[in-house]
């Protein structure tokens, strides 16, 4: 009875063992491709997903700390239409500084952050008439200084009173070097955007006196 060689294969050549290697080598390289090709997007996304989870479960309790039990007074020669400003910030707000969407009320999302309960399944990227990436971009920004928000106001800051940006209108704005955070005032005032960089215009800008 003739012995086959291991490396031999009916239809194909015999193969020595570094043969075999390059060959399985390259193939391996092209399932990689095939597979990234396939579900790279998507694992990407889902890792996007996770960093974006897991910041808002570390900044949750600063915000409720820094933000929603406390309020501030602040005034500046920067303020013509009212002589201060008093914030309050609501749990509700912290959902929209992130820029994401969710199926779940805006206080039911700050809980979840807040008890460490918040799943991917919990908010998404989309809204309407804005692209994905888009709003991906966006959010990229904000995540990466959430946690600057948090000393705002215990570091030497600049405010600007009727702060627009783009489509965005504010009563006033507060920035550091690093963020610019917008304010909606009715009685009291609420965070109403946060972006990245300091947007306050040189010309009306003026520091913040107190808070």
Same mark, same amino acid.
């Not at 000393?151 to 009563?171: A, D, Q």
């Not at 550091?176 to 300091?198: C, E, H, Q, R, W």
């Given at each position: +009875?003739?012995?086959?060689? $291991?490396?031999?294969?009916?239809? +194909?050549?015999?193969?020595? $063992?570094?043969?075999?290697?390059?060959?399985?080598?390259?193939?391996?390289? *092209?399932?990689?491709? &095939?597979?990234?090709?396939?579900?790279?997007?998507? +694992?990407?996304?889902?890792?996007?997903?996770?960093?974006?989870? !897991?910041?808002?479960?570390?900044?949750?309790?600063?915000?409720?700390?820094?933000?929603? !039990?406390?309020?501030?007074? &602040?005034?500046?020669?920067?303020?013509?239409?009212?002589?201060?400003?008093?914030?309050? /910030?609501?749990?509700?707000?912290?959902?929209?500084?992130?820029?994401?969407?969710? $199926?779940?009320? $805006?206080?039911?999302?700050?809980?979840?952050?807040?008890?460490?309960?918040? #799943?991917?399944?919990?908010?998404?990227?989309?809204?309407?008439?804005?692209?994905?990436? %888009?709003?991906?971009?966006?959010? *990229?920004?904000?995540? #990466?200084?959430?946690?600057?928000?948090?000393?705002?106001?215990?570091?030497?800051?600049?405010?600007?009173?009727?702060?627009?940006?783009? @489509?965005?209108?504010?009563?006033? /704005? /507060?920035?550091?070097?690093?963020?610019?955070?917008?304010?909606? %005032? /009715?009685?009291?005032?609420?965070? +109403?955007?946060?972006? @990245?960089?300091?947007?306050?215009?040189?010309?009306?800008?003026? @520091?913040?006196?107190?808070?």
């Amino acid at each position: +009875m003739e012995t086959l060689n $291991p490396f031999q294969q009916v239809g +194909m050549e015999t193969l020595n $063992p570094l043969q075999l290697q390059s060959k399985l080598l390259k193939i391996s390289k *092209r399932m990689m491709f &095939i597979i990234l090709l396939l579900y790279g997007g998507k +694992m990407s996304e889902i890792r996007f997903k996770e960093r974006v989870r !897991d910041i808002a479960i570390d900044v949750a309790q600063g915000y409720k700390r820094y933000y929603v !039990d406390y309020e501030y007074l &602040i005034c500046s020669e920067a303020f013509k239409v009212k002589r201060y400003y008093i914030i309050d /910030a609501k749990e509700d707000n912290f959902q929209h500084l992130l820029g994401i969407n969710s $199926p779940i009320k $805006p206080k039911e999302f700050f809980q979840k952050c807040l008890n460490g309960t918040l #799943q991917e399944m919990d908010f998404d990227f989309n809204k309407r008439g804005i692209q994905e990436q %888009s709003v991906k971009g966006s959010v *990229r920004k904000k995540i #990466q200084i959430l946690h600057n928000m948090l000393s705002l106001f215990h570091n030497e800051c600049i405010v600007e009173e009727g702060f627009s940006r783009n @489509k965005l209108c504010c009563s006033f /704005a /507060a920035a550091d070097n690093t963020l610019t955070l917008g304010f909606i %005032s /009715a009685v009291k005032s609420y965070p +109403m955007t946060l972006l @990245k960089g300091n947007l306050i215009s040189l010309r009306n800008g003026k @520091k913040l006196m107190c808070y």
